[in-house]
Each structure stands twice: as C-alpha cells, then as structure tokens.
C-alpha cells in the first residue's frame, strides 16, 4: 500500500530563516509526487509535481527535489506570508489517478 | 472565475439526516474527486468520477452516493449522517491525458453533525 510521512509535523522559523521540509515516500511505481500548500479554511493549492529521481522546481522561495525514497521541499529566507500547512502526495502507476497524501507539516513564519 | 466551486461552504445537521454536497468545475477537466480531510488534517480520496464513469470507490460506507450529471458537476449525497462523518470534504478535478494530471481542489465544504 502506498504510504506518505511527512516531517516535522509542525515548524516554527523566523522570516529570513531557511529551511527544509520532508516528504518519506513508498510507492509500488511512482508516477509523480506532488506537494500543494494549504491555508487555515481553504483547499490545498497546487505548487509542483515531480516524476523521476534527481528532478528540481522552483518557485519563489521554494524548491522542491525527489530521490528514489524522499522528497524536500527547501525553502530560502521565507517571509510570514509563506506560513500554511505544506501537503506532499504521490500518485502510483496502477491506473487509477488517486493521490495519497501525508498529514502536512504546518509551517509558522514569525517576523 | 473560480476554477472549482462546491457549495454549501458550512453544513451543521443533525445525526439521521441526509444531506448533499454539490461541486462543479469550469476547468474543461474530464475526472472528478472527492476527499474527505479529518480533524487530524488527512486527506483522503474517497471517489473518482472520468467523464460521469465511476473510476475509484475507496472503502466508504454505502450511505455515501456520488453522483456525476455531466463531467463539470460531481456532486456528493450523504444518508443517515452519523457524528463520524463530521469532516471537511474538497472536491477536484483533473485534466488527464496519459499522465499523471495536477489535481485542483475547491475551497471545501465543512460538514458538521451534531
């Protein structure tokens, strides 16, 4: 069964401080991985999908890279307006275009 | 222009009722969804409607009956609400041809049964 961890469960950085957030995935065939930010009330934004080990996006302050078994989503000098819950899911290749997500890591920006 | 719509925004019901959540998309997308988001944040996928056709039925109870009049409307009926089935559900929508298509969701409709 496909299954998704993300880490820490919740961060507190000051704005201007950069850091990482984790995504442990196991996936029978990954089609793609994707992480979506989501805001207290509203439903998750999409930021980016990746598909193949070694690839990077960038957006902003953000960037996200995959390997076979993880993926980081880095985000340099974050501004208080970056704070939300970041959601990662991967999507296998069995056919059916569900994604499987993991809880989020609730992200606080302090100025 | 709002990409995925679902209404109501806050249902509050008692236990027993039935009720409905209606969801469209002006997006063009060809698969719907609904996820279920418990008090712990998780979501997860419950249907997948392409082009009106069920494609995914995760294990959810009967009582939960989607139903898809065309491919820009999914809507979502709930018989019998028990105090379990207070969550958030998100509708959204996908354009999938051949790989894997990003998933965009509506803002959430937050079901409350008392």
């Known amino acids: 069964e496909d299954q998704v961890t993300q880490s820490p469960e919740a961060l507190r950085l000051q704005e201007g401080e950069s850091s990482s957030l984790n995504c442990s995935y196991t996936v029978s065939g990954l089609r793609g991985l994707f992480w979506y930010r989501q805001d207290p009330g509203k439903g998750p934004e999409f930021l980016f999908t990746?598909?193949?080990a070694g690839e990077e996006k960038e957006k902003e302050r953000l960037k996200a890279t995959l390997t076979k078994k993880e993926s980081f989503l880095h985000i340099t000098a974050p501004k208080p307006e970056d704070s939300a819950t970041y959601l990662c899911?991967?999507?296998?290749?069995?056919?059916?275009?569900?994604?499987?997500f993991g809880q989020g890591t609730r992200l606080t920006i302090n100025p | 222009d709002t990409a995925v719509s679902q209404t109501p925004k806050y249902l509050v019901t008692q236990m027993g009722n039935d009720k409905s959540i209606k969801c469209e998309q002006n997006?063009?997308?060809?698969?719907m969804y609904w996820y279920k988001q418990d008090s712990k944040k998780f979501l997860k996928i419950m249907f997948s409607y392409n082009n009106k056709e069920l494609i995914i039925n995760e294990t959810v109870p009967n009582r939960f009956s989607p139903k898809s009049p065309d491919k820009a409307h999914l809507n979502l009926h709930i018989n019998s609400l028990e105090l379990g089935d207070s969550a958030v559900y998100f509708c959204?929508?996908?354009?999938?041809?051949?790989?894997?298509?990003?998933?965009?969701f509506g803002p959430g409709t937050r079901l409350t049964v008392l």
């Open positions: 899911a991967v999507q296998n290749r069995r056919g059916a275009q569900k994604l499987v």
């Open positions: 997006l063009g997308h060809d698969t």
């Open positions: 959204a929508s996908s354009q999938d041809l051949g790989g894997p298509g990003t998933q965009y």
């Open positions: 990746l598909y193949s």
